[in-house]
Every structure is written in C-alpha cells, then in structure tokens.
C-alpha cells in the first residue's frame, strides 16, 4: 500500500504546521491513537479534511480525497442499531465498547481470546481505503488498524482451514434494531482465508486518528476495502477459522442478491440496481464504479480461473 509505505521523517522536522501535511508519517512516528492526543496537543484538528494551501486534504493513492469525519461518522449502515442511515450516530452514542473481549478459534493450532488493549497493541498503521456500499454510493476513510493477517499469523490457522467466519456483537440492551424479525442476527461475514491474508485485509480500530466511534463499529471492525461495504463487518466479537463456506447474514437474507464473494464489479449488478456507478458522498454528479474498487493490482490473484460471474 502507498499509503503505508511513505518514509519517516525525524521528529525534529515535524513543526505545528508540517504535521497535518505529514500526518501519516507523524502517525507512524506516534502511532495509533496517542497521535491524536499530540495533535490535538499541537493545536492540529484531526478531524475534518477541508483542503487549504496550509493543509492539504488526505488523499487515496488514486488522489481521491478522503470524506469528513462528519460524513463517515453521521451516515452509516448498522441494521443493529437502525436501518436509518442518519439515525445511527444518535443511537450508538452510549454503546458500551468496554470491556470488549475477541474470541479467535476453530481450526487453529494457538485459539486465544483477546483483550481490546491487546489489539490495539498490534501495531497499527494509517489506510486511506475507498469504501463502496452494495447500494451504489461511496466514501473515502482514513482508517487505522492493522492487517487481519498479522492476527491469523499468531493463531496459526492449521492446514485444514479454509475460510474465516467473524460474528458480531449482540447487546440487545443497546441495540434496539436487534427486534427486527427480519434479519438472522447476530450480523455474520466470511472471507476465504487467502482473502483474509491478502495485506489489504485491515482489522481497524480508528477514524481520522481517534478510536473508532460506535457507529463505524466500535472498538474493531473489518475494512476489505475490496468488497461491497456489507462484508466490512462492524463490533466483532468472534472470528473462526473453519473448513466449509460459512454462513453470512445477508447471504442468508437474499442469496441471489448477496453473493458470498460480493467483490465490487461495474459490470456484475444486483438485480434491483446497476452497479456500474456511485454516488460518492458529497458529490452530486456520479463516478464510474472500478472493478474491485480500484484494487485490482493487489487482489486479482486471488480470483485467477474463477468466474467473477457465478462467484459474485
Ligand atoms: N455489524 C454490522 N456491520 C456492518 C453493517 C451492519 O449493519 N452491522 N453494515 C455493513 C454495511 S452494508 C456497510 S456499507 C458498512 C458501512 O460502514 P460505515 O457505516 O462505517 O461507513 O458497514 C458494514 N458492516
Ligand atoms: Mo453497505
């Protein structure tokens, strides 16, 4: 990833002014969550991406500008709160996220429970990650997190692992779209394990450099920036690796609408809609939607000999 890969700059270098400009190398200097407390300590706002001379906007590596934090944060899917895009910050708000606890197991050799504090300890890096909904509009986010596969790596998935299944949490106390009868919860997802291990796959645990806020899926949510939005679940709980295709909340919903695969693909659309374009939010005029969201370089591997068609 570009975005991950840009030298370190020494610390002497870093003034007030240079460090919004150099915020992703100053994260990686500070890391994780810490390196907001220091720009907020510079007098450096982290959270909001207006483009000036002084502070150029964060950009994608396709020099996409990222969304405002007030975007990403205040038009959300989360069906466990409410399908009401807007309505979910509100909800959210006082959603326990501690103490949090990860369980990671099935078919592994070291099956171990995690502590929020311990992954959070994993180190983490900033990624600037197109995501594009099922429903044909999109975002631009600057998540921080780490990769999936440095988790997979600890536990050591055993030769007859395949596929990885995450749950999410079910606090029904809190989540008052949990009595909605129509949907199979808890929200479940899955990738292939070689999905899963591609470096793209990002475990996130922040937003514009602060802790992830409830409604984007506080304390640890997947980003598989690859894929429709759906399979980037939100308040895992859970995540085994198994040996048959697991099922999926929304696969079990509509599975001739949700494929389990679900890579972005202009020209495979859903039956309701075309999924040739997207309204990125904050745009009026529509974009073309790119085949894997822009990420073919990295992923297209993963799919050689297999028909994106019938493996929508
Ligand atoms: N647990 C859970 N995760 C979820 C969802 C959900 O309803 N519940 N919605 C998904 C969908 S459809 C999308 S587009 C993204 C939206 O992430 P965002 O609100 O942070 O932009 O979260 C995904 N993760
Ligand atoms: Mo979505």
Redesign the pocket.
Known sequence: MKTSKIPSIPSSEITPEGVYLNRRQFMKLAGGAGAAALLAACGVQPTENVATPETPALLDELGEPANTFEQ?THY?????FTTDKEGVANLAEDFPTTPWQVEVGGLVQNPRTYDIDQLRAFPQEERIYR?R??EAWS?VIPWTGFPLAKLLAEVEPLTSARYVAFT?KMDEEHMPGLKSPFYPWP?TEGLRLDEAMNDLALLVTGLYGKDLPP???API?LAVPWKY??K????IVKIDLVEEMPETLWNTVAANEYGFYANVNPDVHHPRWSQATERRIGETKRRETLLFNGYTEQVSALYEGMSLYSNF
Not at 76 to 80: D, K, L, R, T, V
Not at 232 to 235: A, I, L, T, W
């Open positions: 990403i959300n899917n989360y069906y466990e995501l909904c099922v975002m999410t929200y409604q984007d899926g949510r939005g759906f980037s679940v939100k308040s």
